[in-house]
């Protein structure tokens, strides 16, 4: 009967209430486990043969970057142009022209006897681009006989120059006065515009005193 009795006990009653009265202190089951890591020292053994040598240190100049050109906008006041040395064509087909910088016969009635830029014909429709990174200065779709003209000022090899771009579409201006364009940012679309006589871009530019130059052959000696 006792060894019955006991049985019950010990099957009757959870585990803890069995082991409740020990006296020994044991771990809690909850308690965390406390992972202590003991990282072995590494060692480096150098040969006797071996000749420390001592590492050069480049030297370096800082040169300060180039400052901007102040130039006046209107109605935006004086602005500052960064110098810029990224370059491209106005047209992605820029080898077709129908008219170059310098003298010629009108091509029609109060068109001028001297060419003041270069007339590219990709196209109608084709858009133009600007040919440096730069500030633009005008942006009208009352041109007079420029029709759509944009003209745009940058500041290339510290000298400021303006590059011109006419008789784009009506509608088709990307950019307002006093934008911030990059090279290669559509300003508008081929067209007919103003004093025209079929869609093309007229390119004309001009620096400080602002004398034209062949845009051609100055985009070409860049770009090739």
């Known amino acids: 009967m006792t060894f019955a009795g006991g049985m019950m006990v010990a099957t009757s009653l959870p585990a803890l209430a069995v082991t409740a009265t020990s006296t020994e202190p044991t771990a809690s089951v909850y308690a965390p486990v406390v992972d202590v890591l003991a990282p072995k020292v590494q060692e480096l053994e150098v040969g006797d043969g071996v000749i420390a ?83 633009v200065v005008t942006a009208t779709e009352n041109g007079g006989g420029l029709g759509v003209n944009v003209e745009v000022q940058h500041n290339i090899d510290g000298e400021l120059l303006t590059s011109s771009y006419s008789h784009m579409q009506f509608g088709s201006l990307e950019v307002a006065t006093g934008d911030r364009v990059t090279a290669g940012q559509q300003l508008g679309k081929i067209g007919s515009t103003g004093q025209s006589t079929g869609p093309h871009l007229h390119l004309e530019m001009y620096g400080s005193d602002g004398a034209r130059f062949d845009g051609m052959a100055w985009l070409s000696a860049r770009l090739g």
Do not use: L, Y
């Open 53 to 135: 040598a001592d590492v050069a240190v480049d030297e370096f100049t800082a040169v300060a970057a180039p400052p901007p050109i102040a130039s006046s906008v209107a109605g935006f006041g004086t602005v500052e142009i960064q110098r810029t040395d990224a370059i491209v064509w106005p047209v992605t087909n820029p080898g077709r022209i129908s008219d170059g910088f310098g003298p010629r016969s009108a091509p029609c009635a109060g068109c001028s006897t001297f060419h003041k830029g270069v007339d590219f014909i990709p196209g109608v429709g084709t858009p133009v681009m600007s040919i440096a990174d730069g500030v």
